[in-house]
């Protein structure tokens, strides 16, 4: 469409004209010779008819206006930034502190006082107090999983320690 009105309009203006030019039908060569030769006119035409000027100095203009525009407004990084949570109070350790909740822990569970003077308890906390960043306490299912796991493992090192065969303790075990 644009092209066809640049043609018509270049025809035009040239043929009012007291001498004729020939002109190839391309739309850069036309709007060069608009612009050249007529650019008060097309511009004129352009306002009335409410057509957006393609004359190449108006392109490069409104291009350059709108690069320029672009780099001088400072983009925005919202799109980009998450929240974040706050991080959990963590109160440091101390021997009082670790007194009370294993106090709280034999209350808890019932157990008796001499649990924590056993060794595997010892152990247990020795293993978790190399851990950096903080402890994972297993869940019941794993854990209940882990003794049947050992617990098959010792039969079957039993099993070949006294090479017999124990079907009915094992049958009775694994119902």
């Not at 018509?8 to 043929?15: M, T």
């Not at 850069?28 to 004359?55: D, P, Q």
């Not at 009370?100 to 001499?114: C, F, G, K, N, R």
Request: charged share 25%.
């Amino acid at each position: 469409m644009g092209e066809y009105v640049l043609v018509l309009l270049s025809i035009d203006l040239c043929l009012t004209n007291d001498f004729r030019k020939f002109l190839t039908a391309e739309v850069t060569t036309l709007r060069r010779h608009i612009e050249a030769h007529h650019a008060r006119r097309y511009n004129k035409w352009c306002t009335k008819s409410g057509f957006v000027t393609m004359l190449p100095k108006a392109v490069r203009a409104r291009k350059e206006a709108a690069l320029s525009e672009a780099a001088s407004t400072q983009q925005t990084l919202d799109g980009h930034v998450v929240p974040t949570q706050p991080a959990p109070n963590i109160i440091k350790y101390s021997d009082a502190l670790f007194q009370e909740a294993a106090e709280e822990w034999l209350i808890s569970t019932h157990q008796p006082i001499d649990a924590l003077s056993h060794p595997k308890f010892h152990e247990l906390i020795e293993v978790a107090a190399r851990a950096t960043n903080g402890v994972k306490i297993p869940e019941k299912r794993a854990v209940r999983d882990g003794i049947i796991q050992r617990f098959r493992k010792n039969v079957a090192d039993l099993r070949k320690r006294f090479n017999v065969f124990i079907h009915t303790f094992v049958t009775w075990i694994m119902q």
